[in-house]
């Protein structure tokens, strides 16, 4: 019964910044990896970014390098996204994973071994 449950989406203009969060109901919420994906109309799901089990290490997609932060408090079982400098092209529902390990999260950017899924939010940004 683990439920992951985002939050924050909503429609902004390009250049705008939004914070998502993930509030999850993992018990064991520090042996998972926790992940961002995000799904566009006529795209498949895409890899957005993911941080370890402690917060020690993130990874990110080049198309939101430098733009996207990842961070987690485990005291609140809970995820974030920060989304700066938005555009057209980051128009999508974002869904919040989580994947058993802890292992380097370079490896962890295909959405098959993930274990847990949100049920997503939609961010729209107009140009």
């Known amino acids: 019964q683990v439920q992951l449950v985002e939050s924050g989406g909503g429609l902004v203009q390009a250049g705008d910044s939004l914070r998502l969060s993930c509030r999850t109901s993992?018990?064991?919420?520090?042996?998972?990896?926790m992940a961002w994906f995000r799904q566009a109309p006529g795209n498949e799901r895409q890899f957005v970014g993911v941080i370890s089990w402690n917060g020690g290490s993130t990874y990110y997609a080049d198309s939101v390098k430098g733009r996207f932060t990842i961070s987690r408090d485990n005291a609140k079982n809970t995820v974030y996204l920060q989304m700066n400098s938005l555009n057209a092209e980051d128009t999508a529902v974002y869904f919040c994973?989580?994947?058993?390990?802890?292992?380097?999260?370079?490896?962890?950017?295909?959405?098959?071994?993930?274990?847990?899924w949100g049920q997503g939010t939609q961010v729209t940004v107009s140009s």
């Open positions: 993992i018990r064991t919420f520090s042996s998972y990896a």
């Open positions: 994973a989580a994947r058993l390990g802890r292992g380097y999260v370079s490896n962890y950017q295909s959405p098959d071994p993930y274990d847990h």
